[in-house]
């Protein structure tokens, strides 16, 4: 996977009870349970670590990492 994703599942990782072995590409918010402050955070670190600004309604249920993934990149792009 790209740097991007690893970042993305380090960032999980920090905020819930997931394992890097237990997240994959096709892992969906959720999947993940995580509740509507751990989804502002992870917008707010991927803000500062990767420079991309996401809003935190923007981490569906349905979306999954590597869609997220593919999204930064997208925008960091321009």
Known sequence: MNDIY???VRIVVELSDETPE???P???FGELDLDSLSLIEISMRVE???GVVL???ELGAELTLAGTAELIGA???G
């Open 48 to 50: 500062r670590r990767l």
């Open 55 to 57: 809003d935190d309604a």
């Open 26 to 28: 096709a892992t969906t």
């Open 22 to 24: 237990r997240i994959g």
């Open 6 to 8: 690893e970042e993305l």
């Open 75 to 77: 925008r960091r792009a």
